[in-house]
């Protein structure tokens, strides 16, 4: 194989191209092909193709939530980093992640809790809108799940995309049947990166 000479600043759309390319005949809607194809960019996994699932209109509502002044809640401060911040202040957002915060690990602690659930109760508390981005934790969608069940929090927009093998399937399926718009990637995979990945996607989408 022969190496292919791109410029810095044209590796990224040689990137998408080859995506495309090799994507064939698998045709993805206009709406959320920026999502998918940013996710496959970051991973060099077309399985996202299949995995990848979007509630009814999810890139209009995720629009009108950021546009409100949303505020993004991440289970990883990785995941954090990785969500561009020009794209966030474009429209007057934040993220934030209380993983590392004293109070969560206390009541984690406390509760007998992981501290991803402990940081949701946090969220809770937020008088923003809240986009909850979880590329980690699935106790983090499974305490979600919960709040939205009793009806004690209820955030705007849910992207659930934890990595593993306990739980994780079974809390991607209750967080696509609680009614809060949504993308999850099916199945065990996902990760911080995966997350970072598709709120960015979405920002770049708004911020075109």
Same mark, same amino acid.
């Given at each position: &194989?022969?190496?292919? !000479? ?19 005949? *698998? ?10 194809? *940013?996710?496959? $960019? +970051? +991973?060099?996994?077309?399985? !996202? ?8 209109? =999810? ?6 939530? %950021? ?8 289970? +990883?401060? &990785? =995941? ?5 911040? #020009? ?25 007998? +809790?992981? *501290? ?8 809770? #508390? ?11 934790? /699935?106790?983090?969608? %499974?305490?979600?799940?919960? $709040? ?5 929090? *209820? ?6 995309? /934890? ?6 399937? =079974?809390?991607?399926? &209750?967080? &696509?049947?609680?009614?809060?718009? !949504?993308?999850? =990637? #099916? ?22």
């Amino acid at each position: &194989m022969e190496i292919e !000479y791109v410029l810095p600043n044209e590796i990224e759309k040689r990137s998408f191209e080859i995506i495309e390319s090799e994507l064939g005949d *698998r045709k993805i809607p206009d709406d959320i092909k920026p999502v998918v194809l *940013r996710v496959i $960019h +970051t +991973t060099a996994d077309f399985d !996202y193709y299949e995995n990848l699932c979007f509630s009814e209109n =999810a890139v209009s509502k995720f629009n009108e939530i %950021i546009k409100k002044g949303a505020v993004i809640v991440t289970d +990883t401060n &990785m =995941a954090k980093s990785g969500i561009n911040k #020009k794209a966030l202040e474009k429209n007057k957002c934040e993220c934030m992640c209380f993983m590392a915060d004293e109070d969560v690990a206390e009541s984690a602690k406390l509760n007998g +809790t992981t *501290r991803a659930a402990a940081s949701v109760d946090k969220a809770a #508390k937020l008088s923003k809108p809240v986009i909850y981005a979880v590329g980690n934790a /699935p106790t983090a969608l %499974i305490r979600l799940a919960e $709040h939205i069940k009793n009806g004690t929090f *209820r955030p705007d927009f849910i992207i659930g995309v /934890p990595v593993g093998f306990v739980n994780v399937i =079974a809390s991607k399926e &209750m967080i &696509m049947q609680c009614g809060v718009p !949504y993308i999850v =990637a #099916k199945g065990r995979k996902g990760g911080s990166t995966v997350a970072a990945a598709i709120c960015n996607g979405l920002l770049y989408l708004i911020n075109s």
